[in-house]
């Protein structure tokens, strides 16, 4: 399976939604390390204004592809409300 058609399927998303994608792989290990296009850059707080703060980086799921272990790891970035001043993650 491509690697690209195991995320989608596995994370429930679109090939459009990855804006970067980086794969990492040792003897017996697939990391894989993807970021998501930016999509809303609303506060959930208040509605306004958003800036990237910075990238954490979460995993979210280990299986199998192609009978290798193979993890997932998502940049998910944290924003900065320019209004209130709260913190924010998304996807
Ligand atoms: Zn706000």
Redesign the pocket.
Known sequence: MPINDFITTALNISEDDIEDLNVRSDEEDLIITLKLKAKSLD??????N?TIKDYRKVKILSGDMNHRKTTICLKKRRYT??????TSMKK
Do not use: A, L
Request: include cysteine; aromatic fraction near 8%; glycine fraction near 24%.
């Open positions: 506060c959930p707080y208040c509605g306004g958003v409300c320019k209004v209130c001043g709260k």
